[in-house]
């Protein structure tokens, strides 16, 4: 458990440093000393420290890690939760246990066992859905020669497309609540978000582009994006219903500098964007994948969803992962191809990887992670406001490759704000920051007499 604890482990650490909160400190600016039995080559035992003495070991780390070659950003519902809470003041609001009629204790028991399988205490409604879906398609089967079975596959077809209509509204429920709080709330709650996206999509020109990846199904990111003025380049292409294309063209955006010649150069604010479980505003619709547009907040999907032809309270075309439709290659379909992306970004040389609010609690997701790991030039960072079951350390430690690995797990080291404000690069100025600082070098090296500031200048290029 990870409960009043901050685990850090960056730069030359050996194992994670463990910080618990001072029972006896003067300084409220400095509330943290090393856990009992917890050593470390930067901190000694009994002494206080806080976030201007963490700063210079976290954030110039993560700076360096987001500029590597290759960079990506996984983010999972610890966002969503983050930026509902900092606009609201409120939980995001749960996914409540569907009925399923005469088989829902049979469903549950799967739910439930899957959930345990993955480290979870209960199944929830995804894991109810999953369930469902085996179990309909073996009804489905067995309703080609049985008239009962036949009937229980329509009655349960019918409860699930009622089920994933109300799992859709809860999720725009979400984000209700962010666009109906309090106008000065809601914009502090944005703003923190576009320095978040920002801080890692601010690539510089001869750098890959960032690889932004989410588990969530709701649109905050893409709100997020559209209030900093970023460009996601995804899979859809078209622009009053776009759809998704398996053929991905390599699409990218440049310009050409005033007055130099040569190749054009990229231009900023641009990410590749994939949701690897679906999204809300998916559907299936006549054999291709369209994206609706249900805005930012809507109060219920029924008007877009019979605006492709579906019935107002269906569900079943919605692509919400794991709604999984009756043939295999329907229900491996468009998944497959987004975590075809997801592999094909994260397994090659020079590439680091940071995971935001997710809990490794996806084995496929976890799998290419692994996989990543077995490249001795990659690297994994796991930022995280909590890990309750304790499957970050569980991961972290069968992994084993820790020397790739670095951890900022804790109400404070992963609290969102604390960690735009305190720790996340800022690469937007880092290009002033480093000719400030060869200038600075420059000036004082010529300077033999002025050994002060010649230590201060490799102090600061150091740090940056």
Request: proline share 4%; glycine share 8%.
């Amino acid at each position: 458990m990870t409960e009043n604890r901050q685990i850090l482990k960056s730069r030359d650490d050996n194992r994670p440093v463990v910080l618990v909160k001072a029972t006896e400190s003067g300084d409220a600016a400095k509330p943290f000393v090393l856990a009992d039995g917890c050593e470390s080559s930067w901190l000694k035992q009994g002494v206080s420290v806080g976030s201007s003495d963490l700063r210079p070991r976290i954030e110039p780390w993560l700076t360096a890690l987001c500029q590597s070659e290759h960079l990506s950003l996984l983010l999972g519902s610890g966002l969503t939760h983050a930026v509902h809470r900092l606009a609201t003041g409120d939980a995001l609001p749960g996914m409540a246990i569907a009925d399923f009629g005469e088989y829902n204790d049979q469903i549950n028991a799967e739910a439930n066992r899957s959930a345990q399988a993955a480290e979870r205490a209960r199944g929830n409604l995804e894991d109810q859905i999953r369930a469902v879906n085996e179990l309909l398609r073996g009804l489905e089967i067995l309703g080609l020669s049985n008239v009962e079975s036949k009937t229980a596959a329509d009655t349960l077809r019918t409860k699930l497309s009622e089920s994933l209509a109300i799992f859709a509204d809860s999720i725009l429920q979400g984000e209700q609540g962010i666009v109906a709080a309090d106008v000065a709330k809601r914009e502090q709650s944005f703003n923190y978000l576009v320095s978040f996206l920002m801080s890692f999509a601010s690539r510089t020109g001869t750098r890959d582009r960032l690889n932004l990846f989410t588990t969530n199904y709701d649109r905050l990111i893409e709100a997020g994006a559209e209030a900093a003025g970023m460009h996601l380049l995804d899979r859809f292409i078209g622009t009053l219903a776009p759809v998704f294309r398996s053929s991905r063209l390599d699409l990218d955006l440049h310009y050409n500098p005033p007055g130099i010649r040569g190749e054009p150069r990229y231009l900023e604010g641009v990410a590749r964007f994939t949701k690897l479980h679906g999204s809300l505003d998916w559907v299936n619709r006549e054999r291709n994948i369209r994206r609706l547009g249900v805005p930012f907040g809507a109060s219920t999907m029924k008007p877009y969803l019979e605006a492709t032809g579906a019935e107002a309270d269906s569900g079943m075309q919605l692509m919400i992962y794991p709604n999984a439709a009756k043939d295999r290659e329907t229900s491996a379909y468009p998944y497959v191809e987004l975590f075809r992306d997801f592999a094909a970004a994260t397994c090659r040389p020079n590439h680091t990887l940071v995971a935001f609010g997710y809990s490794f609690g996806d084995e496929h997701i976890n799998r290419v992670i692994e996989d990543m790991l077995t490249i001795p030039s990659t690297h994994l960072v796991v930022i995280s406001y909590c890990d309750p079951l304790d499957r970050i350390i569980k991961t972290y430690e069968r992994l084993g490759r820790h020397a790739q690995i670095s951890l900022l797990v804790g109400d404070h080291v992963g609290e969102f704000q604390t960690l735009v404000d305190h720790y996340l690069p800022k690469p937007a100025i880092d290009r002033t920051t480093f000719r400030m600082a060869e200038l600075l070098k420059a000036r004082w090296g010529t300077n033999q007499g002025d050994s002060e500031k010649n230590a201060d200048a490799e102090v600061v290029l150091e740090e940056n």
